[in-house]
């Protein structure tokens, strides 16, 4: 290990890690990184083909980004964001609120996605609660749905393993059954269905409906349950149930925005839009911790009024507004505009979903090779015609990602799912040299 690894772990508690394992396997200390690649103290090369947790959205070390921060760095770095304002922040609303899917006007900042959504339930709650609506105090969720970490957040997260322990400290959510298109209860494909498992959703709005404020979702892909791919008509079917229950959408696109399911928002497949919607991840291109929530006229109005009504919406951060991140937002609008990187994006992504399947599908333990956008995820099952998963001792996923990063390829896994999420601008010639040593590392653990 390195003087450098070893003085981290004497000091550092690592986020969503058993520190115990650092044992095997030390943290790797990295020094630079440029586009895709990563490069350790060693020097050697790492494909960050998981874009450093689904954030960095158009690489590492990108040139217009940098030079936007540096230009923002020496004219102002921070400032106060209760009445006071400043332009980079006023220019990323307004092209932000162009590109929104319909209807979503006014944004509220805050500085990471869990906070984001912590202001989404917030501000749905307060919004009922000053319509006359004192009754709507509940909240949904779809199962194996993740929001952050905060305890609001986790609390609209059903995923036991983040969940479980901290049960008695969270809120009483209302739980739908998810689609799962890999194991549709309904015994159909994703080419057949109609959302028949939407079922679920209507039984729970039947009982809840009267006391709930809003549902939360990530549209599309449930991206921590193991980017679990849904289609589009499953939030049309939502959108009109929560239009006849008076129950507010809140999508939380924190992970799908920016151009991750191949159009600029998971909502934009849909043709329907959500009354609040948290963004973060990408919105900085993995700069800086940012992020907002965004929301109808409707919504705001029902909190505009005389201090003294006591309408306000008290909620903030002190890093709110954040001009470095702003800068780097508007950069990334602009790189995203300038150079067409989704049309790009999506034809690097037939490529990679192709590619793939040719490599992978054959293969006896691939169980599923789900796609959208970029993100492909690789189901790993023990046996393939009964879809059954491997026992959970044997970490599979874990063990393929250690074998992974011995060859120089970042694949962090969900349980047995890993996947590609790579930044938009991503070549084919790199997709090819991540895929030609993910499948090396499989086949090393599963023959
Ligand atoms: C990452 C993520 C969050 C939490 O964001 P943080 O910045 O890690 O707090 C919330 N929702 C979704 C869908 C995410 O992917």
């Given at each position: 290990m390195s003087e450098l690894a070893k003085l981290d772990l004497k000091y550092i508690w690592h986020p969503c890690s058993q520190m115990h394992d650092y044992e095997s396997l030390p943290p790797i200390v990295i020094k630079r990184a440029k586009g895709v690649f990563l490069y350790d103290e060693y020097d050697k090369r790492y494909i960050d083909i998981i874009s450093s947790w689904w954030c960095n959205l158009l690489g590492h070390s990108n040139e217009r980004i940098n030079e936007a921060i540096k230009v923002q760095l020496d004219r102002l770095e921070h400032v106060i964001f209760a009445n006071f304002t400043h332009e980079s922040a006023i220019n990323l609303s307004s092209r932000l609120v162009e590109i929104l899917p319909k209807g979503l006007v006014k944004l509220n900042f805050s500085d990471n996605g869990s906070s984001a959504v912590e202001s989404a339930l917030k501000m749905a709650f307060q919004y009922h609660y000053q319509t006359g609506k004192p009754n709507k105090t509940r909240f949904m969720c779809l199962e194996e749905g993740y929001h952050g970490e905060t305890i609001g957040a986790l609390s609209v997260g059903t995923m036991d393993l983040y969940a479980k322990i901290y049960k008695p400290m969270l809120m009483d959510v209302i739980r739908i059954k998810s689609p799962d298109c890999y194991r549709c209860e309904f015994g159909l494909t994703r080419q057949s269905?109609?959302?028949?498992?939407f079922c679920h959703a209507k039984e729970e709005f039947e009982k809840h409906g009267h006391e709930t404020a809003a549902i939360i979702i990530e549209p599309l892909v449930q991206g921590a349950a193991g980017m679990r791919i849904y289609p589009a008509l499953y939030l049309k079917k939502l959108r009109e149930i929560c239009d006849a229950y008076d129950v507010l959408l809140i999508a939380d696109?924190?992970?799908?925005?920016?151009?991750?399911?191949?159009?600029?928002?998971?909502?934009d497949h849909a043709g329907v839009s959500p009354d609040i919607m948290t963004l973060s991840k990408g919105l900085t291109g993995g700069y800086m911790p940012m992020s907002i929530t965004a929301t109808t006229q409707k919504i705001y109005d029902a909190f505009?009024?005389?201090?003294?009504?006591?309408?306000?919406?008290?909620h903030s951060h002190t890093y709110s507004g954040n001009p470095l991140g702003c800068a780097a937002a508007l950069a990334v609008l602009d790189i995203i505009e300038n150079d067409d990187v989704l049309t790009r994006a999506n034809k690097t992504a037939k490529f990679l979903n192709e590619t793939l399947s040719k490599v992978l599908l054959g293969h006896k333990n691939v169980g599923e090779i789900r796609q959208i956008g970029l993100i492909n995820a690789i189901e790993l099952v023990e046996d393939k015609s009964l879809k059954q998963a491997f026992k959970a001792s044997r970490r599979v996923g874990y063990e393929i990602y250690k074998k992974a990063l011995k060859n120089g390829?970042?694949?962090?896994?969900?349980g047995d799912v890993i996947y590609f999420n790579p930044p938009?601008?991503?070549t084919q010639e790199e997709c090819e040299k991540a895929m030609a040593l993910c499948e090396k590392s499989i086949r090393e653990i599963l023959g």
């Open positions: 269905c109609s959302c028949e498992c696109e924190i992970a799908t925005g920016f151009g991750r399911t191949g159009k600029m928002f998971a909502f505009y009024a005389p201090y003294s009504e006591g309408k306000a919406f008290m390829l970042l694949l962090r896994p969900l938009l601008n991503i």
